[in-house]
């Protein structure tokens, strides 16, 4: 994000509004909430600030400065870093991953389990793993049936999202899994795509596998031993067996449902689809909130219109609540590599590509008393290049047809205060009253 003034940079409608959402709500939770949540609201009031450090580049033919903020690299509702998380998650699957189909399977857990997940996130982590192995249990199956001879690996992508469309707490699993199995030579065995009852099969098979997981938690209990019990479970669940016409029913498919568990697996990718593979990656890494569909009403409240069509008219403070809420939990890995794509498998250089190493900046000098080699930098894909790749656009190219190069790295407030007087930018910081909503509000209440 490139800015104008000190703090004072031009934001677009959409970003002002978030924003503004935050600066009005946050006062009034501030204390209330673990100090990992206060940190978070701090980086993003923070985020895309000149006056908070940036770096400064240079054209080389027409010497016109260029300044660049830093972004709070958060893992919350920040609409730029978790679209930077989305977009760098693509690339690399698109780079990564080999030219095979690829399907996802969406695993939604019940209502009654999700505050249990929310409270003790492992538990999610066990989810995850045994909707790995069962779709890998069927995997085998199938290239068992198709003449494969020998123990068949398969790989996934496990993404975790916190989420839902409509800014509700929602943890659920985005899973690529490619429709092919290897053997110990590395021989490739490629498989058709899964059928309903298939799919069904998955689903049951994790039920039974998390059972004891959840059932070891106090409060969680399963309530279908009995006729009764699996009765009203089915009842529900369930679609009642009406006459319609099966042929329109198209988004049905490949979609199972037991004991709460929804598992979908109709989304996939052609080997050679390479954008849509990335555009899975991006849509499983993507951030919890949209920046375009948030807008301020004129009474002063937001408005967030959801996928489906619907919205959420909020104050400030319930925004900002919604939003609090839904910061993923430290510690817990977002994105996570199974089977022969995992790090450690001893057939990921086999079957993973190779990305393309980007041009490595030169290594500092090693300091004179050490004689051990530096560790080599684990590729990165820089900012530049995401642009380039996502938007068609140079951003290090000035508008005079120069290249930018780094002229300076300015990493703290003061002297981010200091070089913005001297390049005339600074503006000095009006201190207001704390701000406080319409009293058309406290009539609503």
């Known amino acids: 994000m490139a800015g104008e003034g000190g703090g004072y940079e031009r934001r677009r409608p959409e970003a002002r509004a978030l924003h503004q959402a935050v600066?009005?709500?946050?006062?009034?939770?501030?204390g209330l909430v673990p100090k990992r949540l206060e940190e978070e609201v701090r980086r993003y009031l923070e985020c895309g600030r000149l006056c908070y450090g940036f770096v400064h580049f240079e054209c080389e033919d027409c010497r016109r400065p260029t300044l660049v903020a830093f972004s709070c690299k958060s893992r919350g509702w920040c609409p730029s870093c978790t679209t930077r998380r989305a977009l760098v998650s693509g690339a690399q699957l698109e780079a990564t991953l080999?030219?095979?189909?690829?399907?996802?399977?969406?695993?939604?857990l019940p209502r009654a389990l999700r505050l249990l997940v929310v409270k003790r996130p492992a538990l999610l982590k066990v989810v995850e793993r045994a909707l790995v192995k069962a779709v890998w249990r069927w995997q085998r199956a199938e290239a068992k049936r198709l003449g494969a001879v020998g123990r068949q690996e398969g790989g996934a992508v496990a993404m975790t999202q916190w989420f839902?469309?409509?800014?509700?707490?929602?943890?659920?699993?985005?899973?690529?899994?490619?429709?092919?199995?290897?053997?110990?030579?590395?021989?490739?065995?490629?498989?058709?795509?899964?059928?309903?009852?298939?799919?069904?099969?998955?689903?049951?098979?994790?039920?039974?596998?998390?059972?004891?997981?959840?059932?070891?938690?106090?409060?969680c209990e399963w309530q279908d031993d009995d006729e009764l019990s699996r009765l009203q479970a089915e009842a529900v669940q369930g679609r009642l067996a009406l006459d319609v016409d099966e042929a329109a029913r198209t988004g049905r498919r490949r979609v199972a449902v037991a004991c709460g568990f929804s598992l979908h697996a109709n989304t996939w990718v052609h080997a050679n689809d390479r954008e849509g593979l990335e555009r899975l990656g991006r849509y499983g890494a993507r951030g919890p909130l949209a920046e375009e569909r948030l807008t301020r009403l004129e009474d002063g409240r937001y408005r967030y219109a959801t996928r489906k069509g619907a919205a959420l008219t909020l104050t400030a403070e319930q925004l900002v609540r919604r939003l609090l809420a839904l910061v993923p939990p430290p510690k817990?890995?977002?994105?996570?590599?199974?089977?022969?794509?995992?790090?450690?498998?001893?057939?990921?250089?086999?079957?993973?590509?190779?990305p393309p190493v980007p041009?490595?900046?030169?290594?500092?000098?090693?300091?004179?008393?050490?004689?051990?080699?530096?560790?080599?930098?684990?590729?990165?894909?820089?900012?530049?290049?995401?642009?380039?790749?996502?938007?068609?656009?140079?951003?290090?190219?000035?508008?005079?047809?120069g290249r930018l190069k780094v002229h300076s790295v300015v990493s703290?407030?003061?002297?981010a205060e200091e070089v913005l007087k001297n390049l005339g930018l600074w503006q000095p910081r009006v201190l207001l009253p704390p701000p406080r909503g319409p009293p058309q509000l406290e009539l609503l209440q």
């Open 23 to 30: 600066r009005e709500g946050w006062p009034g939770l501030k």
């Open 98 to 108: 080999p030219f095979v189909a690829h399907r996802q399977w969406t695993l939604s």
């Open 164 to 219: 839902g469309s409509a800014l509700q707490l929602t943890p659920h699993l985005h899973v690529l899994v490619p429709e092919a199995v290897w053997d110990a030579t590395g021989e490739v065995t490629l498989l058709p795509p899964p059928s309903t009852d298939e799919v069904m099969q998955v689903v049951q098979r994790v039920v039974r596998q998390v059972r004891g997981a959840f059932a070891k938690v106090e409060g």
């Open 332 to 354: 817990l890995h977002l994105t996570a590599w199974h089977g022969v794509y995992a790090p450690a498998a001893r057939l990921r250089p086999v079957v993973v590509r190779t």
């Open 359 to 401: 041009e490595p900046l030169p290594p500092p000098p090693p300091p004179p008393q050490s004689d051990e080699p530096a560790l080599p930098r684990r590729p990165r894909i820089d900012w530049a290049t995401l642009h380039a790749r996502t938007f068609g656009v140079d951003v290090k190219r000035c508008p005079c047809g």
């Open 412 to 415: 703290t407030a003061r002297t």
